[in-house]
C-alpha cells in the first residue's frame, strides 16, 4: 500500500465506495449508489462523485461520427432503456483518452483478461458473487434446478451493430458446441448425466434450455470468462458463413483465406484477438490485432450496452494500446517510468516489489492489492502413483510425508527466499476463506528433527547407511529427485532449503530444475516418470471449489497422483489411468454429487466432506501460504478498486470493470 | 575460371540441403512440441489450459503426430515447390509476412550499424598503429578491448538505465508513444534520432573493438615492411604514403568477410533487440525456437544460412578474382 500519506485517504475512501456499491448488487437501486457517492465528495481528493447534469451521455468521439451519419444515434444503438446493464460508478468520469497497456510478445491471455470478460452472466468485483446479470438480463432457474430460462436484452447490438437476438444463442448450442467436429463430446457445461441439454427458442429474446437432470452450478460456470463457455459468444451472422452445415461454401472460403480446411478457418475467425472483423459485445474492440506490427489498438464499441449509475454509456476510455514488448524487464522499465497505466501480469512479482515501490512517486503510478487466490507458495507433490514399487510404497505411508513435512524449515524458508512475507501453511483453503480450517492448515507445519525422525522410523525407515542416510526396504539407499520448474526461481531456492532440512532427517533428495515443456513431459499420466515435484498452491482462496488439483486427485494437474486423476477425468477409462483406494474413490463419488445439486449451501456441505479427507489424507506437503498480490495503476487512472481478488477462470481484472475507468 | 565458379555453385546445393535437415531435427529435438509448449506457458501464467478436442485438432492441424521426416517433407517441398515457408503456430500468419513486417527495420539498423562501424573503427585503427603504444593507443585498446568484452544486452541495459534516468526518456522500441502515430515531423525524427543511436552504439561496440584491433596489426606489419622505408627514404609524404599503399593492403582481410555482411543484415542480435524492444527478426527467432514454433524457426534458419553461402561464394570468387593461386588449386 501507498506510504505517501496524500494517497493514502484517496485509496480508502474509493476502496469503501465501491465495496459499498457493490454490497447493494450490481443491478439497479441507482439512486442508493448515487448517493452514497455524494456523501464521500468532501472527503481526499474525491471528484465527479455526482454527475454534471449537462455532461454528454455518449462520448463525443461518436456524437462526431452520428452528426457525420457514419452511426445511428446513442437511443437505436443501445438495449431499450430498461434493459441496460447499470454498473455501479463511484466517479463519474469524462469520456476520452488512451490508456497505455503492455503485453508481452503473443500473450493473448491479458487481452482476454482486460477487454474479453463479457459472460452471459457476471462475478462480481469481489468474485464473492455468481450470476449477477451479464450479457443476458437475467436467467430464471426452476426448482429442480433442470430448466434455465435465458432472457436477453431487448434491443442490444453486436459491435457491428447488427442485433443479438435469441437465434445467437441457438446458433452457440445447436451448430456450434452440438457440431461433431468442433465439440467431438459436447461441452461439458451443457450436459448433465453426461446427456446435452435441449434449447428452445421462447421468442426472439428468450431463450429455454433444459437439462435432462439437475446443472447447480451453471450460473457460477457461466459466469466465466472461457469463450467455450460463452452462449453469447457467437454472432450468428458473421460466423455461420464459416460453417459447412449452414454454408456450402464455406470449404471454399476457408480454401480462398489460404487455410487446410474449413475448421483451421473457423478457429482463425473465432479468435477476436487476431480476427478485427469479428462482431463482440465488449466495450472496446480491436482495430490492429495482436499478430501484426508492435502494438495491438482497440477503440470504444459504439454499441455497447451498459451505462454507469447516471445513464451514460460506458467506457469512459475512448481508445485502448497495447504495446507488444519482447521481454518482461522492459516491461518493468517501462513501468518504472510511468508508462503502463495499469498492468497486473508478468513483472508484478514480488521481486520486482521494490523496484516499483521506489518509483510510484516519480513514475507516478500506485499499487493495487490483489488478493491471492493461491495458499501456498510451493506445494511438494510426491508421487504417489511412482513407478517404482519400492518408493511407491514408501511415498503412500501417510507417516513418511508426515515425517518429510515436519523436517521442513517453513519460517527460515519463508524469511530467505519469500521476503518474509506470509506464514506456514499446509496444502489447504486460505485463513480468508470460508472452508478455512486451521488444524488441516497448520497440522505437521511444526519443524522438529526428532518429531520427523519419529514418523519416519515408524514408516518402517529404519535402517540407515554408513553416510546416515535411511535405506528402502530392499537395502538399497532411499534417494529421489524433486522436478522443480526452471523459471520458478524461488522454488529451486526454497527446494534447496528443504533438500537440507530432509538430510538432517536422514532423507536423502535433490533438487532437479527442468525447463517448463519437459516438466510437464515428466509429469503426465502416460509419461509418470517424475518422483516428486513443486508448484504453486492454486484454489486456496474463492475458488475453492473450481480449482480441485489439491484436495484430490481430479486433473492432469494433481501432480502427486496423475493416474488416479485420469481415474476421475475418463470414468476409469483412461488408457493410463490406475483405480485408486477407497477414500479417494470416495472423493470422487462427492465430486460428481456437486453440480447436480441445485442448492447451493448443500454443494459447499459435499465440498466440506471432500476436504475432510483431503485433510486425513495429506496428499501433499504445503510450505508457506502467500502474501496478498499487487498490480500497477496509474494515478490518473480512476474508478478502479484499490484492492481485489486474483482468478484466471473470471478473467481479473475483467470482473473488476474496466469500461468504468477513467483518466481524470 | 567457369570451371571454379560451377564447382562451388553445386557444393552449394548439398551444404544447404544439409544445413536445412540438421536444422529441422535440431529444432525438433527438445522434448515435447509446439502444443505442449503452450500448455506450459498457459498454466505459468495462471490461465486455463487448452481442452483435449482442441488440442487434438491443433496437432492435427499442425501435422504434430507425423514423425520428423514426413514433417521435414512437407515442410522443405513447399519451400523448393512454392516458394511457401509455412505458416507460424504462435502468429497464426505466414511465415514470409511476418518476416516482411521485421525485415525494414533490421536491414536499416543493420546498415547504418556497419556506417558507425566502419566510421569509428577505420581512423582509429589506422591512428593506433601510426602511434603505437602511445597514451592514446592504450586508451583506444582499452576501450576496444572493454567493447569486446562486456556483453551487448549488458550494455543495452545500462544505456537504457542511462536514457531512462538522465534524460527521461522512453525505454524501449524505437518511437515514443506519443509520436507512434503522428505524421512525420522534425519532432518525431528527432525523437527517432534519440533512440536510434542506442542500438547502433550497441551493435557497434563489438564490431568496432574487433575491426580497430585488425587494421591496426595488419597495418603494423606493413608498416615495417622494406617498401615503407624506400618510399620514405624516396622522400614521399609520410601521410600520403601511408594512406596509398600500407593502409590499402591492411585492408585486404576486410574484403574477405565481406560475405558475411549478407546474412548480417537480416539476423539482429536477439537478446539485444529483446531488451531493446525493437521489433526486428532477432527476437522473432528467439522466440519462434523458445516457442517450438518450428516453421518460423527453421525457415528464418534457412534463409540465414543460405545468405551465409551466397556471401561466401561472393567472397570466394572475390579472392579468385583477386588472387590467381586459389583459383589454380582447383
Known sequence: MPDSPALRPTALSRRQLVAGSSALGLGGLLTACASSGTEEAGEGDARNTSPDPDRPLESPMLTEQVDAGELPPLEERMPVEEDRLVVPTPEYGPYGGTFAGVVLDQDRGWLDRFIHYEPTVRASPQLDEFGLPGTLKAVDVNDEGTEFTLHLRRGMRWSDGEPVTADDIMFAIEDVYYNETLYPSVPEFLTADGEPCTPEKIDESTVKLTYPGPRGDFLVTASRGEQPKNLLGWPKHYLSQFLPDLNPEAEKLAEEAGMGDWTDYWADRKAFFNNVELPLLTAWRLTTPLNEGTVVKAERNPYYWKTDDAGAQLPFIDHLEFEIVQNDEVMLLKAVNGEIDMHGRNFTTDPNRPVLADARESGDFRFLTVENTSMNQMVISLNLNHRDEVLREIFQNKDFRIGLSHAIDRQDIQDTVYQRQGQPHQAAPSPKSEFFDEEYATQFTEFDIDLANEHLDAAGLTEKDSDGFRLRPDGKRLTFQVDVTADAAQHSQAMALVVQTWEQAGVKATVNPLERTLFYERKTAAANQHDANTWGGDGGYRTEMDELRWWFPSWSESNYAVKWAEHFTTDGQGENAEEPPAEVLEQMELARQIPLEPDEEKRKELFRQILAISKEQFYAIGTVLPGDGFAIAKNHLRNVVESYPESPLYFTPGHIDPPIWYFG | ?330
Open chain 2, 1 to 330: 575460371m567457369l570451371r571454379y565458379i560451377g564447382r562451388r555453385v553445386l557444393i552449394l546445393i548439398p551444404t544447404v540441403w544439409a544445413i536445412s535437415l540438421i536444422t529441422f531435427i535440431i529444432i525438433q529435438l527438445p522434448p515435447g512440441d509446439y502444443l505442449t509448449t503452450v500448455q506450459a506457458k498457459l498454466a505459468a501464467a495462471g490461465d486455463q489450459p487448452l481442452d483435449a478436442a482442441e488440442l487434438e485438432r491443433l496437432s492435427e492441424r499442425y501435422g504434430l503426430g507425423d514423425p520428423w521426416y514426413v514433417q521435414y517433407w512437407k515442410w522443405i517441398s513447399n519451400i523448393v515447390l512454392h516458394l511457401d515457408f509455412g505458416e507460424s503456430f504462435s502468429y497464426n500468419r505466414p511465415v514470409s509476412d511476418l518476416l516482411m513486417e521485421r525485415l525494414p527495420l533490421t536491414i536499416t539498423l543493420s546498415i547504418l550499424t556497419l556506417i558507425f562501424i566502419w566510421a569509428i573503427s577505420f581512423p582509429i585503427g589506422v591512428y593506433s598503429a601510426l602511434r603505437q603504444y602511445s597514451i592514446t593507443d592504450y586508451a583506444f585498446t582499452f576501450f576496444g578491448y572493454l567493447g569486446l568484452a562486456v556483453p551487448n544486452f549488458l550494455i543495452a541495459l545500462v544505456l537504457m538505465w542511462i536514457g531512462l534516468t538522465y534524460f527521461g526518456q522512453s525505454v524501449g522500441g524505437l518511437l515514443s508513444p506519443e509520436y507512434r502515430d503522428a505524421p512525420w515531423s522534425l519532432a518525431k525524427v528527432g525523437d527517432l534520432l534519440a533512440h536510434l543511436w542506442i542500438p547502433i552504439v550497441i551493435w557497434g561496440t563489438a564490431g568496432t573493438a574487433g575491426n580497430i584491433r585488425v587494421l591496426r596489426a595488419n597495418l603494423l606489419d606493413e608498416l615495417r615492411k622494406p617498401y615503407v622505408s624506400a618510399g620514405r627514404a624516396r622522400g614521399m609524404k609520410r601521410n600520403r604514403l601511408t594512406i596509398k599503399y600500407p593502409v590499402r593492403a591492411a585492408l585486404n582481410p576486410f574484403f574477405s568477410t565481406i560475405g558475411w555482411i549478407l546474412p548480417g543484415l537480416i539476423a539482429a542480435d536477439a537478446i539485444t533487440s529483446q531488451v531493446l524492444n525493437l521489433n526486428t527478426t532477432g527476437p522473432l527467432l528467439l522466440n519462434a525456437l523458445m516457442s517450438q514454433d518450428m516453421y518460423l524457426a527453421g525457415s528464418i534458419l534457412l534463409i540465414s544460412a543460405v545468405l551465409v553461402v551466397i556471401g561466401t561464394l561472393i567472397s570466394d570468387l572475390a579472392l579468385a578474382w583477386l588472387d590467381p593461386r586459389v583459383r589454380l588449386r582447383y
